[in-house]
């Protein structure tokens, strides 16, 4: 499956930002879906995943900022982000694979998009 990722930008700490992912090349309902992010200087890490009927996944940094979500219809993905910090700046990464509910990451990643910069300014 391609994916491809929009939404990225600059906001003030506070703020919001809507990321999508469009897919394509494959039946998207098929797979569970997520994002990852990557901050200057660390390693990619888990920010919030969705299986195939909705259940959703978030790493405790994001829980109750950001909400994931999914149009089967569209073929899309998208992560909602509010109450944005300056420690969610990062390349943020639209993933499609399988879920794993009892692993971490719970999301086994099979295809990446390109990332989308987010930066939060204080």
């Known amino acids: 499956v391609q994916l491809q990722a929009s939404g990225g930008g600059l906001v003030q700490a506070g703020g919001s930002l809507r990321l999508s992912c469009a897919a394509s090349?494959?039946?998207?309902?098929?797979?569970?879906m997520g994002w990852f992010r990557q901050a200057p200087g660390k390693e990619r890490e888990f920010v919030a995943a969705?299986?195939?009927?909705?259940?959703?996944y978030y790493a405790d940094s994001v829980k109750d900022r950001f909400t994931i979500s999914r149009d089967n219809a569209k073929d899309t993905v998208n992560l909602q982000m509010n109450s944005l910090k300056p420690e969610d700046t990062g390349v943020y990464y639209c993933?499609?694979?399988?879920?794993?509910?009892?692993?971490?990451?719970?999301?086994?990643?099979?295809?990446w998009g390109q990332g989308t910069l987010v930066t939060v300014s204080s």
């Open positions: 969705i299986n195939v009927i909705g259940g959703t």
């Open positions: 090349g494959r039946t998207f309902s098929n797979y569970g």
């Open positions: 993933a499609a694979g399988m879920i794993r509910a009892t692993m971490y990451p719970p999301l086994s990643v099979r295809s």
